[in-house]
């Protein structure tokens, strides 16, 4: 069969039709066609006639999870949009560096392991780059003054701290997602301002963007001296004190025997949660400790936080010092599991009455830890039990 000739066809949509190949000078004919849709089809490869379509202005192949070969695209210089997600290809198409009108890249759940050096760097055009699983520069990205919207992985904190330093003096994208680390799956952020940090050694200072909304430490080994507040390694790229900070999440850090120092403590958050740091023994960690009983109490106010889960953390004795609250009016989620040197719990809560409608949950393992810890509130222990799930697992 001859390749069909429609010249003055300029759009193509066959999303989720079978197409299980394309001849190969299916598009010898279609000069004229900008966008072709081929999304949801058990493709394998395109044929290499796609390479001339010049006026060609979107190539959509999303979820095509056979596709595995997609032809040179150097000629396509005015192409806009390059959709590949959950695709099977395994490096960049060819001359994806000459694509300099490019807006949207979206690599999501694709093999790509990589994005060359040299290529994003020339895509001056760049709104929107979705390639989570995938290594980019981060100096590169930097160098994109109209993005808008990046999730990616970052070869390490210095390729972060390149990349933060591209934005000195204007403002960073409205939404970004940074990757670091090794993990074969990304952790989800659920906010769109967020960076995690895996399968990394913390040890010098890392800058992170001053708006940050989410943070996830996970897999991590922390490399200064163990009586040090892990936080206190983090640092804005200017003066502030991470009061967009929402949702932290610390999960089986290495060597960290403390997390916040009191002057670090994010006074915005809405959740920490804190597991299987085994060496962790306290979370906000005072430079003092009085013996002085008649001192008045010190408050660490977080007034936004709704949930607080502390998991699997063996040597945890203590949220805060002694002479020290936390005071948590918005508390609605506490969990607590297989912390058993823990016996305080210094929280001021919303006021519970004997009869109130509150829908605060709470999670505790084992049973015998509820009974034995300690509440500063003399009331708060039998107010909030029934409030109280026992887990077995």
Request: aromatic residues 8%.
């Amino acid at each position: 069969m001859s390749p069909p000739k429609c010249p003055m066809l300029t759009t193509l949509l066959l999303p989720g039709c079978g197409i299980k190949s394309i001849p190969e000078g299916f598009f010898n004919h279609m000069d004229g066609l900008k966008m072709l849709k081929l999304s949801l089809n058990p493709i394998k490869s395109l044929p290499n006639s796609i390479s001339n379509l010049k006026n060609l202005t979107a190539l959509l192949l999303a979820c095509c999870d056979h596709l595995e070969y997609v032809p040179s695209l150097s000629k396509l210089r005015v192409l806009k949009e390059l959709d590949l997600r959950a695709t099977k290809i395994r490096e960049v198409p060819h001359g994806m560096q000459n694509l300099l009108s490019l807006k949207y890249v979206d690599l999501k759940l694709s093999i790509v392991l990589e994005i060359p050096n040299g290529i994003l760097s020339k895509l001056s055009c760049l709104q929107i780059l979705n390639v989570s699983e995938t290594l980019v520069s981060g100096k590169e990205v930097g160098k994109l003054k109209k993005l808008e919207m990046v999730e990616g992985r970052f070869y390490d904190f210095q390729d972060l701290s390149m990349y933060l330093q591209g934005f000195h003096g204007r403002e960073e994208p409205p939404k970004y997602i940074i990757h670091m680390g090794k993990r074969p799956f990304p952790v989800a952020i659920l906010t769109t301002k967020g960076i995690e940090l895996g399968d990394s050694n913390i040890s010098n200072q890392i800058m992170l963007p001053r708006d940050i909304e989410e943070l996830y430490a996970g897999n991590c080994t922390f490399c200064c001296h163990v009586n040090y507040p892990l936080f206190s390694r983090f640092v804005l790229t200017s003066l502030g004190t991470f009061s967009s900070l929402t949702y932290l999440e610390i999960r089986d850090v290495k060597n960290m025997k403390k997390l916040f120092s009191p002057n670090c403590v994010p006074l915005n958050l809405q959740v920490l949660k804190i597991s299987l740091c085994v060496q962790l023994e306290e979370i906000i960690a005072l430079d003092f400790e009085s013996d002085e009983r008649g001192m008045p109490t010190l408050e660490f106010s977080l007034l936004k936080l709704k949930k607080l889960v502390l998991e699997w953390l063996p040597e945890l004795k203590s949220i805060c010092n002694v002479d020290a609250m936390v005071v948590c009016k918005s508390l609605n989620w506490i969990g607590v599991r297989d912390c058993p040197k823990l016996k305080r719990m210094p929280l001021k809560l919303p006021q519970v009455p004997p009869f109130s409608p509150l829908k605060l949950r709470i999670y505790v393992k084992p049973k015998e830890w509820w009974e034995s810890a300690e509440w500063d509130d003399p009331d708060a222990k039998s107010l909030l039990k029934r409030f109280v799930n026992f887990v077995i697992w």
